[in-house]
Structure formats: structure tokens, C-alpha cells
């Protein structure tokens, strides 16, 4: 489809595509780093709910709650079993419970675009899944990596036997599970891993069938760059993640990985990045805002309580984090915090970014706001949201409008400042 505008949104708004997506005030956290695994995670977030939940946030994404090869859980084998690195299946069901008591929904992680079997079948490869619920053979792996199927219709996750979503039996038994997971276990909302390995369409299907309320999928590209240096235009990057979002029906929205690539160059100095040719905010945010759903760094991209080289690709800078967050937190799209950054880093960045989350609910910010960009510049961007919101990021002093009296200060940090109209 062609390039997109703000007024898809308003064309597509009665469309119910669940109210969550609906109602535009979703505030997600991500409740985990890549090793979470080694901490009794369930029973650990489990004494963390109140907090999570005075803090404002809507849902919580969950890592992966079924049984996985690998301990962080994004190799899964037994889809059915609950007991895994994070804790057991009674733990899991415990902070489900408290969750729901605090009015918080929770997501679950869904990997299945690859699966860990249990057998050796055709090649001598673990193609097949014997001995365990959803026992399938070769049939249900593609050709493309080793089994007897149809070819990928997406990206190959190199080195595991990847899942043919063109077998009616897959997804029958697909649908199955996610119902599964959604009526029995209790998770309202889903995360699609990989969304990149296999085609929308069978998201879309999905969806349709288990009734989340709340869907984001992680259709992770690489942005355009020249050499080492990222390209000023991104439209090519952000309208692929468009096309996916549209091959779901408009019925998932998809984490802006754009808009993350060009924030976390714009914070060194390059906030002239901050405005495409049109004016608007360059990510998907800028195109189909509730859609977007915006993030600093999660498990795969940030710094984890201990970091592994191999897992810390692509990181936002440390010391630009509360820009980035007083960029997404005042912003239209649907914004995530990121466990370590509210957890892990102190108490002052928790308390920041409660500050700005504060803001966003108190002045109405919500995933369709308007955004007016005033200043984009080498070291300065400024904004007005919603006509209610003032805010600038930067080393540049800068301040709103000459009358002063219409702005009162609502709060600020190192390099950022956020207005409230009075």
C-alpha cells in the first residue's frame, strides 16, 4: 500500500478492533531483561505489581511462559508445559492473579515461528515433536529448514526447525494453544516474536481467533544506513513495518523500531533527524501513530543486569536515556518502559520517568495526539502535543512562547523539560 497519513487513523477508528487499541492511553512496561531467567522471576515481579501499577502502566509484557530449550524461553518446545526458568506454573498463575487485582493486563511473549524438537526425524535433524503435546512430524517444519513442509512464507530463524503456517493442522493447533493460554491461563494481551518469519496474514488469523485485547508484533528490520552512518530518510524502513501492521487486518500494532533507530542518533547531537520532509515525526509514529507502539530498549537491544556483548546490540546511549524517554513519554504512539531502566537504574531515572508518565495521563496525551515540531535542530528539538504539552530535548536552553504565563513547568532533567499548559 502506499505511504500513510494521520487520517488513516481517523478513517479506521470505528473499526473495533479491540478497545485497547481503541482508546489510545496504553502505557506498556516490559517486565524482564534477557536474565531474568536466573531470579525467580514470577515471584520477583509478583512483589513488584503495586508499584508497576501506581507507576500508571496498562500491561505488562511477560517473557515467554512455556517451556523453552533455551532458558530465556525463546526456544520453545513443550508449548503446554508452565514450568520454566522463570518459575513454576503456580507462581506464574500467582502474579497473573495480583496482576488482574491491580487492574494490570498481562501480555504474554508468543514464539512461534520456530520450535525445539524432541526427536530426530528426516536428515537427522530434531525435526520432530514426539512424546509431548502438539506432537507433530516433519510436515510442520518448512523445507527451507529441514522438514517436510511448505517453504518459509517470512525471514529463517537460522538454526532450529522453523514452523510451516501454510498446514491448516499447525494452525488449528496454533489457535488452539493461544486460546489456551488466553481463556485457561488467564494473558489478555500478545506479543508476536519474529514477526518477520512468517507472513501477517496468519497473525491476522490468529488474532481473530484467541481475541486478545491488546496485540503488538516485533517486526524488527534493519534501518538504511550509508556505511556506519544512519540515512536521514527512513520512509522505506517504517512503511515495511506499515505493511505488516496492515497484512494483520490493522488488528496488531508493531513495535516502531524506527522511530528507535533515529532517536538514539538524534540524542548525540542530531536532533534535526526528529522532523521527516513532511514535518512529522520520522517513525511510524509519524505515519500511523496508533499503531506505533515506541520503546528506548528492551531485552534484545539494552543493557541487562549482567551484560553479554552478544545480547547488547544496538543500545541506546546510557547517559541520553531520560531524552528518550521524555521523547516517547510526551509523544503520540503507544509507549513502553523498559524493566532495568525503572528497576535497575536508581531511584532517580524511576522517579523521572513516573514524572513524565504522570504527565502524560494527567494532560490527556493518548496514542492519536497531535504533534506540532517548533525547533529540530543539531542540538535541540521541541514540540507542542495535544496543544497540552510542551516539551524540549537537548542541550540547548530553550523555553515556550514569549508570554511565559501560558506554560508552568510540569517537569524536567538533564537535557529535557516538559510544559504543561496552565
Known amino acids: 500500500m502506499g505511504l500513510l497519513n494521520t487520517g488513516h487513523d481517523q478513517t479506521n477508528q470505528q473499526k473495533d ?11 506498556l512496561f516490559q517486565g524482564f531483561n534477557w536474565e531474568s531467567h536466573k531470579y525467580n522471576w514470577w515471584e520477583n515481579l509478583e512483589s513488584k505489581v503495586g508499584e508497576i501499577a501506581k507507576a500508571g502502566f496498562t500491561s505488562v509484557w511477560l517473557p515467554p ?13 513443550n508449548l503446554y508445559s508452565l514450568n520454566t526458568n522463570y518459575g513454576s506454573e503456580h507462581h506464574l498463575k500467582a502474579l497473573l492473579a495480583k496482576m488482574k487485582q491491580h487492574k494490570l493486563r498481562s501480555m504474554a511473549d ?18 520432530r515433536f514426539d512424546g509431548i503435546p502438539l506432537s507433530w512430524d516433519e510436515h ?68 481473530e481467533a ?16 550509508r556505511g556506519s552512518s544512519l540515512d536521514y530518510n527512513q520512509d522505506s524502513h517504517r512503511q515495511r513495518i506499515i505493511n505488516w501492521i496492515d497484512g494483520t487486518g490493522q488488528l496488531s500494532a508493531a513495535f516502531d523500531f524506527t522511530t528507535k ?8 547531537g542530531e536532533f534535526w533527524r526528529l522532523r521527516d520532509g513532511q514535518g512529522k515525526p520520522p517513525g511510524v509514529m509519524g505515519w500511523w501513530p496508533s499503531r506505533s507502539v515506541t520503546f528506548v530498549d528492551n531485552h534484545d537491544t539494552g543493557s541487562t543486569q549482567v551484560l553479554l556483548e552478544s545480547q547488547a546490540h544496538w543500545p541506546f546511549p546510557s547517559d541520553h536515556i531520560m531524552e528518550g ?83 508552568e513547568l510540569a517537569t524536567s532533567g538533564h537535557n529535557y523539560a516538559v510544559w504543561r499548559k496552565q
Open 17 to 27: 478492533i479491540g478497545t485497547a487499541l481503541k482508546n489510545g492511553k496504553e502505557i
Open 65 to 77: 511462559p512455556t517451556h523453552s530449550f533455551s532458558p530465556q524461553g525463546y526456544t520453545p518446545q
Open 110 to 127: 508468543i514464539v512461534i515461528n520456530h520450535r525445539v524438537g524432541t526427536t530426530q526425524g528426516r536428515g537427522g535433524i530434531y525435526n
Open 140 to 207: 510442520a517444519v518448512t523445507s527451507d529448514t529441514g522438514g517436510l513442509g511448505n517453504r518459509k512464507t517470512g525471514a529463517i530463524f537460522q538454526g532450529f526447525p522453523n514452523i510451516d503456517h501454510t498446514q491448516d493442522f499447525v494452525r488449528k493447533d496454533i489457535i488452539g494453544w493461544l486460546r489456551w493460554l488466553r481463556h485457561n491461563v488467564g494473558f489478555e494481551d500478545f506479543r508476536f516474536d519474529f514477526a518477520k518469519g512468517f507472513s501477517a496474514k496468519y497473525v491476522k488469523e490468529y488474532i
Open 210 to 225: 484467541a481475541k486478545p485485547l491488546f496485540c503488538v508484533g516485533e517486526y524488527w528490520d534493519s534501518c538504511n544506513y
Open 261 to 268: 533507530g533515529i532517536l538514539q542518533e538524534a540524542v548525540k
Open 325 to 407: 524517554y521524555a521523547y516517547i513519554l510526551t509523544h503520540p504512539g503507544i509507549p513502553t518502559v523498559f524493566y532495568d531502566h525503572l528497576f535497575e537504574w536508581g531511584n532517580s531515572i524511576r522517579n523521572q520517568i513516573a514524572k513524565l508518565i504522570d504527565v502524560r495521563k494527567r494532560e490527556g496525551i493518548e496514542s492519536r495526539s497531535s504533534v506540532r515540531i517548533l525547533e529540530a535542530k543539531q542540538n535541540l528539538y521541541s514540540a507542542i502535543i495535544g496543544d497540552k504539552v510542551c516539551m524540549k530535548i537537548g542541550s540547548a536552553s530553550w523555553c515556550p512562547s514569549a508570554s511565559h504565563t501560558q506554560w
